[in-house]
């Protein structure tokens, strides 16, 4: 089991900042990839941005140059910068954990409880 502790959400007008972070407890795998996902109203929810253990990086076309995802392997905890935040950008954000190298496929996945994020214009 993975228990997934998410933080950061919050209220910010557009062209604002935000820093998301995830720490995971539990059984940790050696290899494994954390990300973010997010879910609007009424829609599906989509990859924000996800990262392994070993580094490798995948963003939403949509975040590409305002979100970064970095992670501290020592602590299990991935964060999530976002800036220059636009009211599209709202929605709840969850954090997700899988075992191995990304989550296609993965033995085992968990997700946060989610955060609300929202960004008045």
């Known amino acids: 089991q993975v228990q997934l502790v998410e933080s950061g959400g919050g209220l910010v007008q557009a062209g604002g900042s935000l820093r998301l972070s995830c720490a995971a407890s539990?059984?940790?795998?050696?290899?494994?990839?954390m990300g973010w996902y997010r879910q609007a109203p009424g829609k599906q929810r989509d990859l924000v941005a996800r990262q392994s253990s070993s580094g490798s990086t995948t963003y939403a076309d949509s975040v590409k140059g305002r979100f970064t995802i970095s992670r501290d392997n020592a602590k299990n905890t991935v964060y999530l910068q976002m800036s220059s935040l636009k009211p599209e950008d709202t929605a709840v954000y969850s954090c997700?954990?899988?075992?191995?190298?990304?989550?296609?496929?993965?033995?085992?996945?968990?997700w946060g409880q989610g955060t609300q994020v929202t960004v008045s214009s």
């Open positions: 539990g059984s940790i795998s050696r290899i494994n990839t």
């Open positions: 997700r954990y899988c075992s191995g190298y990304g989550c296609l496929g993965a033995q085992y996945t968990y």
